[in-house]
């Protein structure tokens, strides 16, 4: 015998969304995917959707940073993908807005975390600058080069040659460690060494170099090598 009844995940959806209204901190990672999923897949219950790429990508930072054909290769549809990206990007987009026009020294952790939303999720490594005018308040920021697993090209002539064309006097260096192990390497501080002494040159300052990752981020001004 048919029912006239609404299929359950409806009523479950409508809950999970007054849940998220009252108390979104107590929703956990998986029910935060599930209700974002309500929103690109219908007429489905969506929580096993959920705990698959939860479980696949290694929790909700790991999903946010998968790339949509990993995505769609891990079963979520063109619709999810397009949706998971938005996201991430409208993320980055509000993070660089929140830094802009502010000094650097007031808003350390913001420029942190902006350079992990932009970078740190990589699977190869990349070099990111943010450009800083004489108040040391955010100008700009470029992504300058992008690597392999280990290593990535820098150009000290190309961030000096971007320094100019925004009439940028301080610089923060960015780049990520994809294994998440954020140590700098020796082969870091030479680099950062050497783009001090360049930048000084023409009277640009590096006010800080960021080594990002999934776990966290390790500063040099804060480790005293600037």
């Not at 308040?137 to 392999?148: F, K, R, W, Y």
């Not at 998440?180 to 002494?197: A, W």
């Amino acid at each position: 015998m048919l029912s006239d009844a609404p299929p359950h995940y409806l009523g479950h959806r409508a809950r999970l969304r007054e849940r998220f209204l009252d108390a979104p901190a107590a929703l956990r990672d998986y029910e935060l995917l599930e209700l974002l999923l309500t929103f690109s897949i219908g007429r489905r219950d969506v929580k096993p959707i959920a705990k698959r790429l939860i479980d696949r990508f290694g929790g909700l930072r790991g999903v946010v940073d998968a790339s949509p054909a990993e995505l769609r290769a891990a079963g979520a549809g063109p619709a999810t993908a397009v949706l998971v990206r938005l996201i991430k990007e409208m993320s980055a987009a509000y993070l660089e807005e929140k830094i802009r026009k502010k000094p650097f020294l007031s808003s350390p952790r913001a420029v942190a975390d902006f350079a992990r939303m932009r970078i740190a999720g990589l699977p190869h490594e990349a070099f990111m600058v943010i450009f800083l005018n004489v108040q040391n308040e955010v100008l700009d920021s470029e992504i300058i080069n992008e690597g392999t697993v280990d290593q990535v090209a820098v150009y000290p002539r190309r961030i000096l040659e971007s320094a100019l064309a925004r009439h940028a006097a301080g610089l923060v260096l960015a780049h990520n460690h994809p294994s998440g192990y954020t140590e700098p390497s020796e082969e870091d501080r030479r680099l950062t060494e050497t783009l001090r002494q360049t930048a000084r040159a023409l009277d640009i300052r590096v006010i800080d170099h960021l080594v990002v990752g999934q776990g966290g981020h390790c500063s040099f001004a804060e480790r005293g090598w600037l």
